[in-house]
C-alpha cells in the first residue's frame, strides 16, 4: 500500500507544565543519553531529561549544558543558543568519566562523575519544575528507551527499543505538542516505516523491524524518498 510522505517531526513543550513520564531508569555505572533538541528559552533552566531534583540533565539558566547526579552538578563546557538545533551526546564510561558531545564534536570531559542517575521524565526535572521550552526529538536512554517523537497525535510517548517503556504525554496541547521542524532533517517514518493507527503513527520496533511499538505486524516498511 502506499504511503504519504512524512515531515520531520518533534515534541514541541511549552515550558509551563507538559512533560513525558516514563518507568523510571537507573544508572549505576556506564549510560549513554542522546538527544535532538531547539530551545527557545534558557530563563526556567530547562531540563531534558530528569528524575528527581538531585538527577537530571538540563541547560542551565545561560544555556549551559550540565549533568547533576546525586546533587552534584558535572557540567560541560558548552553553552547553547536559543532557536538553533543541536544533537547532544551525553555518555559515561565505566571508570566514571562523562564525556559530552555537540553536534558530533566532543566539547570536555569529566572525571570522578560517581553516583546513580535516576531518569523518569522528559522534558522536566520533577513534575513541577524547570519545564523545557523549545522542540525535541529522537531520545535515546541507552539501551532502554528510544522516544522518536513522531507519533503526530495521541498521549503515548511510543519506545522503539523493544522494550515497551512507553512513556505518557501529560498537561500537552496535543495539536502544538505534536509538532513538525524545518530543524528535524530526519524522519524515521519516511526512513523505516510506521503503522497508522487511526491518526497516531506508531513507529517501527528497532528490535524487530517487523513490528511496529505495540507488538503488532508494522503497516507499512522500508524506505521512500
Request: charged share 15%; proline share 2%.
Amino acid at each position: 500500500t502506499a504511503r504519504d510522505i512524512q515531515p520531520g517531526r518533534c515534541y514541541d513543550f511549552d515550558g509551563v507544565n507538559d512533560y513525558v513520564s516514563f518507568t523510571s531508569v537507573d544508572y549505576a555505572g556506564a549510560f549513554d543519553v542522546s538527544v535532538y533538541c531547539k530551545v527557545d528559552s534558557f530563563s526556567n533552566a530547562p531540563t531534558i531529561v530528569g528524575g528527581s531534583g538531585n538527577d537530571n540533565i538540563i541547560f542551565g539558566t545561560g544555556g549551559l549544558l550540565r549533568v547533576r547526579i546525586d546533587g552534584t552538578y558535572y557540567d560541560s563546557t558548552f553553552t547553547a543558543s536559543t532557536g538553533v538545533v543541536y544533537k547532544i551526546e551525553i555518555s559515561r564510561d565505566s571508570s566514571n568519566n562523562i564525556t559530552y558531545t555537540v553536534n558530533d564534536a566532543v566539547i570536555n570531559t569529566v572525571s570522578g562523575a560517581t553516583g546513580t542517575l535516576t531518569l523518569q521524565y522528559f522534558g522536566a526535572r520533577t513534575i513541577g519544575s524547570q519545564f523545557f521550552d523549545g522542540k525535541m526529538w529522537d531520545l535515546q536512554l541507552s539501551n532502554h528507551i528510544h522516544f522518536k517523537c513522531d507519533e503526530s497525535a495521541g498521549t503515548t510517548a511510543y519506545d522503539s527499543s523493544g522494550n515497551g517503556n512507553n512513556g505518557t504525554i501529560t498537561n500537552a496541547t496535543l495539536g502544538t505538542f505534536h509538532a513538525t521542524d524545518d530543524g528535524v532533517s530526519k524522519s524515521w517514518q519516511n526512513d523505516v516505516g510506521y503503522t497508522d493507527s487511526s491518526g497516531t503513527l506508531i513507529p517501527r520496533d528497532e528490535s524487530d523491524i517487523t513490528k511496529d511499538a505495540t507488538g503488532a505486524a508494522l503497516q507499512y516498511s522500508g524506505n521512500v524518498p
